[in-house]
């Protein structure tokens, strides 16, 4: 298992955009698929999008696709994910994962980090 550490969230407009960053707290050596969730008050955790471990694959939940992009940092085997055109619904504390194969399941991932708030105001 690897320490994530997710930052960039924050207090933005609507139509706005941010770019979160996943990092592991330390080295890490092995190979892993990405992915990020969002959870949002009195809901349940959703899926947002995942990468596998070259970078060579990404998908996307529906409701992102075309204004959020994931990627990785290949130098620190981290991720970033950027969000554009934001909206109010985007809202959500926002988390970083990392597992063997990845996928659109949380039961996909062994490895999360504490989550970073988004919020986009209409």
């Known amino acids: 298992q690897v320490q994530l550490v997710e930052s960039g969230g924050g207090l933005v407009q609507a139509g706005d955009s941010l770019r979160l960053s996943c990092a592991p707290s330390?080295?890490?050596?092995?190979?892993?698929?990405m992915g990020w969730f969002r959870q949002a008050p009195g809901k349940e955790r959703e899926f947002v999008a995942t990468?596998?471990?070259?970078?060579?694959?990404?998908s996307y939940a529906e409701s992102v696709k075309g204004r959020f992009t994931i990627s990785r940092d290949s130098a620190k085997n981290g991720v970033f994910l950027q969000m554009n055109s934001l909206k109010p619904e985007d809202t959500a504390v926002y988390y970083c994962?990392?597992?063997?194969?990845?996928?659109?399941?949380?039961?996909?991932?062994?490895?999360w980090g504490q989550g970073t708030q988004v919020t986009v105001s209409s």
């Open positions: 330390g080295r890490t050596f092995g190979t892993y698929a």
């Open positions: 990468i596998n471990w070259s970078g060579s694959r990404t």
């Open positions: 994962a990392a597992g063997l194969t990845g996928g659109s399941r949380d039961d996909d991932y062994h490895s």
